[in-house]
């Protein structure tokens, strides 16, 4: 039988019971070792005693030993674990001790009794009181028996066998070694796992730190932002019952529309810090194959009526499929082709909007024709509730491109702006390619379609 073979045959004895009892997988490797090598000892002094022609009762006495270290793969693969460590930890030791007494000892029993106690600290040290008793247990009978061998004589005659301490000692030396490796496994498992704990700690403080800065910028949010339109919606209030009261009509109509006007800021700020909640609530994003085609139709339809008030020319190249979330995706499509068109004076607004997909990454430009950005404002722009502009310049509440650096920054992407004052923005991002079960393509990307 070759090395591979028996290599195969002794891996298949280690993973007896693995499958169904994960959890306690290092504990059954150990048992299902310590059972097949005390075995194979066993039988090998079984051997060495018919060759010897020694008396029946030393036959079965090992028997009995062999019996009790072979049925222990036998109950793992039963899935009684509970049974084998019982047999190891709390029978093995008394049947050891009756072996003396019967015997007379001196075949390694010293070795195999301390192998024991080392057994039963790492199969029991979960269980203290459980490993304490078989410990108290175990050593009044070992104390006790050689008590009565240093009294009287064994049972029996006094059995010399020339080449069980030998066979007593080579097991015990092995059984040692895989003890030491067990509890080292262990050990590194615990580090394994404190470790994971301090990462998991780290990771949830970073997250509590950013939690914390985001509860600023709400706190900032609602002593000021919402505080603005609200103080407009009561002053003009208060002028139109002045008005009304006073019967005086001719400026009523204005002062209705700054009213509504500041209405109007407050919905788009609670609205927008409502997306907001729904990235940062921490819920885990389900992601799908997305056709990106798809999804700027519905894009248009959520900005038709812009779109048709400004004569907008949205030009979009065949766009490919994408493994994302697909809301996501349209607040990062929607945000920055709304600005585009917001954020422009032209006659006719220009938006493209291209893309690149290879094997790393997905490429994605939305260009328009607008007013431009300056250089210093590059970075400002991304930022939580941060406005190049009035609210009575251009309606908004500076959350969009923030909420958009923040999605992509969770997808592990990045986005930048070039822009020229009065010429016009390009807003490129790189999405990383995530691998879904089938691998995604990259479709042609010819010429653009308008819609």
Known sequence: MGLEKLISIWNSIRIIGVKNNTQDALSLYLLNQI????GIACVLMLIITLMLDFPGVYLVMVSVLGLTLVIIPILNFYHKTHISKFIIGELHPPLLCVFILISGGDFGENSIFLVSIFMIFILFREKPRRMFRSYFVSGIMYLGVHMYMFLYEPLFQVIDNPYDNFIAFIVCAVWLIMIIAFNQQQNNKQKEKQDNLIAELQTKNQRLKKTSEELEQFTYIASHDLKSPLRTIISFLDLIRRDVQRQRYDDLMGK????RSGAEQMNFLVTDILEY???????????????LQ???????????DIIQRKNVDLYVFPLPKFYCNDTEMVIIFQNLIENGIKYNKEAR????????LDDQFLTLQFIDNGIGIEEQYFEKIFLFFKRLHTSETYKGTGLGLGLCKKIIDDMGGTIKVDSTVSVGSTFTLKLPVERPEKPLQEENITEPASI
């Not at 909640?277 to 056709?291: C, E, L, M, P, Q």
């Not at 607004?349 to 690149?356: E, L, Q």
């Open 294 to 304: 798809t999804l700027i139709e519905r894009v248009k339809f959520n900005l038709n």
């Open 277 to 291: 909640s729904k990235i940062t609530n921490g819920k885990a994003r389900k992601k799908k194959i997305v056709d």
């Open 256 to 259: 209705l529309d700054f009213a």
């Open 35 to 38: 059972g097949v090598l005390g």
């Open 349 to 356: 607004p220009n938006v493209f909007v291209k893309a690149h």
